[in-house]
């Protein structure tokens, strides 16, 4: 059973820092990761997606890796803002299995 | 990126009513819709994958006679939960894709759903 887990549970930053979020998986046969930010008490907006065949995307200050052999990823957030500050999910599909999320990691970004 | 819908917004109801709430995919044709429930500061449970036209598909643990899910044409899925009691007080998030799993997800913003 695919099992997601994102270090760390929460981080608190100053403005302007390169910060990076891990995510880890224990099963490596995977379909994509799909990086989200959640506000509160809002619904998910998708940030990045990976396919498996691939080692990293980029969209604007973020950044992330897959190394699928041995179940990681990262979303590296360059010269963060406190519009930043949300809960990012990890998320990973395989196989028949829709996607199985990690609990997220809380950012909150200090101007 | 695809446009997915979710009504209510948010839902305020009595122990033993049951409710409604509607996911839509606006601007393509969602074969499948996924069905999460989120309690606070947890992660998102799926709780059923829906397929248009067929039985939805359950996770273990859910019950398929209170969360009934409804996928009758391929821009709308509902969920309903009968009988609604305060232990299902959560956020509710449908998501779609235009085929099976393994796809791109779309998520709808959320139906917050507090029953008194």
């Known amino acids: 059973k695919q099992e997601v887990t994102q270090i760390p549970a929460a981080l608190s930053v100053p403005e302007g820092e390169n910060l990076v979020l891990n995510c880890s998986f224990t099963d490596s046969a995977i379909y994509n990761l799909q990086w989200f930010r959640q506000d509160p008490g809002k619904g998910l907006t998708s940030l990045l997606l990976i396919q498996s065949s691939q080692r990293e995307q980029t969209s604007g200050r973020l950044n992330a890796s897959l190394d699928k052999s041995s179940g990681r990823s990262t979303l590296y957030i360059a010269a963060s803002q406190p519009g930043d500050s949300a809960t990012y999910l990890c998320a990973v599909s395989s196989g028949n299995t829709p996607l199985v999320f990690g609990k997220g990691t809380r950012l909150s970004v200090i101007a | 990126g695809a446009v997915v819908s979710q009504h209510p917004s948010r839902v305020i109801c009595k122990s033993g009513t049951s409710v409604k709430i509607e996911c839509r995919s606006l601007d393509f044709q969602a074969t499948t819709m996924f069905w999460y429930r989120q309690f606070p500061k947890q992660s998102l449970m799926l709780m059923a994958t829906s397929n248009e036209g067929s039985k939805a598909t359950y996770e273990q643990g859910v019950e398929k006679d209170k969360f009934l899910i409804n996928h009758a044409s391929l821009t709308l899925s509902t969920l309903t939960v009968t009988s609604a009691?305060?232990?299902?007080?959560?956020?509710?998030?449908?998501?779609?894709?235009?085929?099976?799993?393994?796809?791109?997800?779309?998520?709808?913003?959320?139906?917050?759903?507090?029953?008194?």
């Not at chain 2, 305060?86 to 029953?115: H, K, M, W």
């Open chain 2, 85 to 116: 009691h305060p232990e299902d007080s959560s956020f509710y998030i449908c998501s779609a894709n235009e085929g099976g799993v393994g796809i791109e997800q779309f998520f709808g913003p959320g139906t917050r759903l507090t029953v008194l």
